[in-house]
């Protein structure tokens, strides 16, 4: 580990991975608990974890240093999709011989308690997952009243705004002459789908780019999206809820549904079949 900066109390950064040690450093004003979670699917209010990831960083006089280091299997005591093994590579065996996530609270806490976070995606997926398992493990999360989250990703959008301007500037060099003209909109939506086909070396057709825009979404308007077997709503009251679930427990909105919204009825009868 590298500590960077002088008098301030500023972010200790590993720098063995990074072409050029960073200028422009964060500031610390108490410790900083970087953290990822592994687990069984991808809503957090029903997934399981299956690995913690935390690093945390305490300010010292002369830059923050990392405090103490994080990395445990967990048993979601249930059975863990293929995929996402494949995924992560972990071993079915070691996560089934590791300890449940309420036998793994007395040691998060302490790190915890009195720092702010941060983790990629952590605010819409890492955070709410983390909730839930100390919930179901019957404490609160804990944490400062005014915690503070940061989540790279979500800085990145506001950094790199995705404005067809702001694309085409990235990906041509040069800015977009009038821009809501809608012909010339036509022709830099263009242009840009090019420079990222070209970017990325993707050949296909507008299907199978629409099959890559999807992900694990069935539909366009990202409405139901796969879980492992199972299938999630992501929209509604109901928001979270397997296919199934809804199924059961809520018949006349699934009736509703089944019958009102006409693109999603295959994607149902596939999941339920």
């Known amino acids: 580990m590298a500590h960077i900066g002088g008098a301030d109390t500023c972010l200790c950064i590993s720098l063995a991975t990074l072409p050029h040690p960073p200028i422009v450093v964060l500031h610390l004003e108490r410790p900083l608990v970087f953290f990822d979670l592994e687990?069984?699917?991808?809503?957090?209010?029903?997934?399981?974890?299956?690995?913690?990831?935390?690093?945390?960083?305490?300010?010292?006089?002369?830059?923050a240093a990392l405090d103490d280091t994080v990395d445990v299997l967990v048993d979601p005591e249930q059975k863990v999709p293929t995929k996402i093994m494949d995924l992560t590579g972990l071993s079915t065996e070691a996560i089934r011989q590791a300890p449940p996530f309420r036998a793994h609270v007395d040691r998060l806490s302490p790190l915890l308690?009195?720092?702010?976070?941060?983790?990629?995606?952590?605010?819409?997926?890492?955070?709410?997952?983390?909730?839930?398992?100390?919930?179901?493990?019957?404490?609160?999360?804990?944490?400062?009243?005014?915690?503070?989250?940061?989540?790279?990703?979500?800085?990145?959008?506001?950094?790199?705004?995705?404005?067809?301007?702001?694309?085409?500037?990235?990906?041509?060099?040069a800015p977009l002459d009038d821009a809501h003209d809608a012909l010339r909109d036509v022709e830099a939506a263009g242009m840009v789908l090019q420079q990222q086909l070209d970017e990325h070396g993707i050949d296909g057709t507008p299907s199978d780019l629409a099959e890559l825009t999807r992900g694990d979404y069935l539909d366009d308007q990202r409405r139901l999206k796969e879980d492992g077997n199972a299938v999630i709503l992501c929209f509604g009251k109901h928001e979270g809820k397997t296919l199934r679930e809804l199924q059961a427990e809520h018949a006349d909105y699934f009736d509703w549904m089944y019958r009102t919204i006409d693109d999603l009825r295959p994607h149902i009868d596939d999941a339920l079949e």
């Open 39 to 63: 687990a069984t699917g991808t809503d957090p209010q029903e997934a399981r974890v299956i690995q913690i990831g935390m690093q945390r960083f305490v300010p010292a006089p002369n830059g």
């Open 113 to 173: 308690d009195d720092a702010d976070l941060a983790g990629y995606n952590a605010l819409a997926y890492d955070l709410p997952l983390l909730r839930a398992e100390f919930d179901r493990a019957g404490q609160s999360l804990p944490g400062p009243d005014d915690r503070v989250v940061l989540d790279p990703y979500r800085l990145e959008q506001v950094l790199r705004p995705r404005t067809l301007s702001a694309l085409y500037e990235r990906y041509t060099g």
